[in-house]
Structures are given as C-alpha cells and as structure tokens.
C-alpha cells in the first residue's frame, strides 16, 4: 500500500502553515520529513493519518493493505501516548479491543508485537517502572500490534538520551527489515533522518514548502557501521546546509513572539 500526499496546502485562518507539499511513500520505504521549528511537519503527519482535513489537496491510500492489517495507518506520538494504570501487555492490547479478533487472536497479536520489540519479559510491568526508552518501545508495540500499512511516527526519539535513542534506531532497522510497512518519520533530528530513511523531504520555513527531496544512499542495516559515518554525516552537513538560515530565523521569531 502507497500513502500519497497530492498537493497539500493547510492553513489555520490567516495562517499558512503548509503550501503545495506532494510526496508518495510506498511500501516498505522510510520517507523522512525535516525543516525548521514550525514548518508545517507535525501538521502535515496529521492530515497524513487523517487527523486533520487540509484546507487544498489530499492525503490517499493507493493498492491493498497487507495481509491481515488491522488499521492501515497508524500513529507512534514523541510522549509515548500510555495508559499508567495498564501493563505493558495491556497497553499493547488497547487499539485491539474494539476490532473483529477474538480473544486468542487479540492475544496472539499483542504477543507477536511484544516479541519484535524485546518487551515479552515485561507484559505485565506498568509504564512508571520503564524507563523513556523502553516506555517508546511500548508505543511502538502498540503501533505494531495493528499490523499497519504505513506507520506514522512523530519525533519518536526526541525525549530520549543519545545512547538510548542509538540503540532504538538500530530496533528500528530491524522492525523494518521485512520490507512491508512504509513509515513518515517526522524529525528534527538530522542523523535520525540519515540513518533511518530512504528519502529526506526537507520543507522550507513557513509556509512549508518541498525544498529538496534527498536520496540516501546504502543500505540501513549498514548505516551504523564505521565506514558509512564519514558519508553520513557528509549528507547530515548537507541538510544542514538547507535549512540552517530558516531554522536561525526561526528559533528568532520563537524568542521574540
């Protein structure tokens, strides 16, 4: 399944936030989206799952789901988005309630996501005993336990330490691994975009515009390895270099609002 965004424009009353933003993301594929503070990225992410109807174009679903999806787009929030009074098990559990699977198969779902993201020795542990990173894991688990067509994450690493957020992108590489899920990764974090996309769409200052859309070349799982940084961090130094100007202009406005 192909998620489309067809010309996208989005204002919120005299405010344009977003301006003629077209992009496809198929199946299996990491399209990144990064810009400067206030660009338009987290309003796009919600008019992409639906959340939010534009004010010109139109997010689309092209071709079947996979076997089996439950939701075929399906968010990962930066704050973890979980119940404290339910387990890690029954977190995962929750979007399952109110769909079609019985019983066994509600269980059986809940326990493949946690066996993909490592969390099978905590089901029954409580989000206040996780710290950030397994709490995110979590929330990916829940995303997962849908079997989505396109996962849509929203700075899902932004509150996490460095050596944390290194190890769930190398999760990350693995849970995407089988080449059926798309994913928008919203972002302001450029190595997050580097190390985990096929493509960067890079959105100009407000209203948000496609500046450029970036290849990233090599293969994921090899990104972490010594030899690729050097290539990386030429590609990070790159996008940079395309939204430095707006994002002091921007972090400007912030302070003087």
Partial sequence: MDLIAANISHR????????????????????????????GKSTLLSILGGLLQPSGGQAMLRGAAPNGSLNPVTFVFQDFALLPWASVAENVAFPLLHTSLSTPQRAAAVDDALHRTGLVDFRAVYPKQLSGGMRQRVGIARGLAVRPAILLMDEPLSALDSQTRELL???????????????????????????????IVVLSRRPGRIRKVVSVPGARRSRGDAAARSQLLDLQNELW??????????EREVQHA
């Fill in 169 to 199: 992108m190398e999760d990350f590489v693995k849970l995407l691994a089988d080449g059926t899920m798309g994913v928008v990764y919203v972002t302001h974090n450029l190595e997050e975009a580097v190390r985990l996309a096929d493509r």
């Fill in 241 to 250: 270099s395309l939204i430095r100007t707006e994002a002091i202009d921007a």
């Fill in 12 to 39: 919120f009353d005299a405010l344009e936030v977003l301006h003629d933003v077209s992009f496809t993301v198929g199946a299996g594929e990491v399209v990144a989206v990064v810009g400067p503070s206030g660009c």
